[in-house]
């Protein structure tokens, strides 16, 4: 589960990188429900690790968060939300 999390966090950062050239950011729209899925997916993981392993599960953490914010924060300065 840990690495699906991490695999889900970079095809997050990697569709929100995409989604920031021109013409593209309509993209957004995939992928920050698709980033809120993944971030979902990581905190599920992360509650249910040990607490040695949790590295990660943070990192999907991290990267999924990041990806909505900047996703949504993209949609709202090329006026793809009103």
């Known amino acids: ?13 990697f569709g929100m990188l995409i989604a920031f050239f021109p013409c593209l950011g309509s993209l957004n729209w995939l992928n920050i429900p698709f980033s809120v ?29 990041v990806a909505v914010i900047f996703g949504g924060i993209r949609l709202i300065a090329g006026a793809g939300v009103l």
Not at 1 to 13: A, D, E, K, T, Y
């Open 1 to 13: 589960m840990q690495v699906l999390s991490l695999v889900w966090g970079i095809l997050s950062i």
């Open 37 to 65: 899925i993944g971030l979902v997916v990581s905190i599920i993981s992360l509650t249910t690790t040990k607490e040695t392993s949790k590295g990660m599960s943070i990192a999907g953490v991290v990267l999924c968060a």
